[in-house]
């Protein structure tokens, strides 16, 4: 599904280029769950960016499904990234200004779902996560495990085959964790790509491959 072939991403220096990735190789198949760890600064999310289509600034081979992303036009680029990624973020990202039922619709809009479909939709996705009761409540009214949540459910509105998450426990609490990484499972069991950066060695588990990176490198890849 995902090929990345000498992955390089530089700052280019006064006197040198200093590397965030360096020579990245990286095959993920559809139905993977992995885990990229690593210290901070290894370049977890820099990765993550550019398999999300957030970054373009990158040397090296990308194919999605075979395509090279790099030579795509940047509409069908879009129209990939709307289509096949849900991102998560450790900060949740929700827009405070909107409540639950709307954070979840706002990718929806933008895929202009029409109004009946995206109620269905947000209604299956509410129900799911038990948060009905909770729809018209604003972001700070929730906990972070809560938050966390909706920002899933909106991740996955759209039904993206690929979920990419960002620290997605960072902020929370170990029972909190512990859930968000349970429906992270069931949502690789129903067959969704996912790739979550982490800290956390106890969210690995969940998974079925790491890949540990070190200064920009993978240094070791190994199958759970
Ligand atoms: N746009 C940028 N300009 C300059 N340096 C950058 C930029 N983006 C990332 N870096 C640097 O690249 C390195 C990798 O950053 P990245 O955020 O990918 O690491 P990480 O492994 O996700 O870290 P963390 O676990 O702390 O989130 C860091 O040293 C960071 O400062």
Redesign the pocket.
């Given at each position: 599904m995902i090929q990345l072939s000498n992955i390089d991403k530089f700052?280019e220096g006064r006197f040198q280029r200093s590397f965030?990735l360096k020579g990245i190789n990286l095959t993920i198949s559809s139905g993977d769950f992995v885990t990229l760890m690593?210290p901070?600064?290894?370049?977890?999310?820099?990765?993550l960016n550019i398999i999300g289509l957030l970054d373009e600034d990158f040397e090296g081979e990308y194919l999605f499904e075979n395509q090279l992303i790099q030579t795509m036009k940047s509409k069908q680029k879009s129209a990939l990234h709307k289509s096949e990624f849900g991102h998560i973020f450790q900060a949740y990202h929700l827009i405070d200004e909107l409540t639950v039922f709307e954070n979840i619709e706002t990718p929806l809009l933008y895929r202009n779902v029409g109004t009946a479909e995206r109620k269905s939709i947000i209604a299956e996705l509410l129900d799911r996560f038990q948060m009905v009761a909770k729809k018209d409540l604003f972001p700070e009214q929730l906990s972070g495990g809560q938050q966390q949540m909706v920002g899933i459910a909106r991740a996955i509105a759209g039904k993206p085959r690929v979920l990419l998450a960002d620290?997605p426990t960072g902020n929370l609490h170990s029972t909190q964790a512990k859930e968000i990484m349970e429906v992270f499972r069931e949502l690789n069991n129903e067959g969704t790509t996912i790739i979550q950066?982490t800290?956390a060695r106890e969210n690995a588990d969940y998974g079925n491959r790491l890949v540990e990176?070190v200064d920009?490198r993978i240094e070791k890849q190994l199958a759970l």
């Open positions: 700052i965030i690593g901070s600064g290894a370049g977890k999310s820099s990765l620290e950066a800290h990176m920009g």
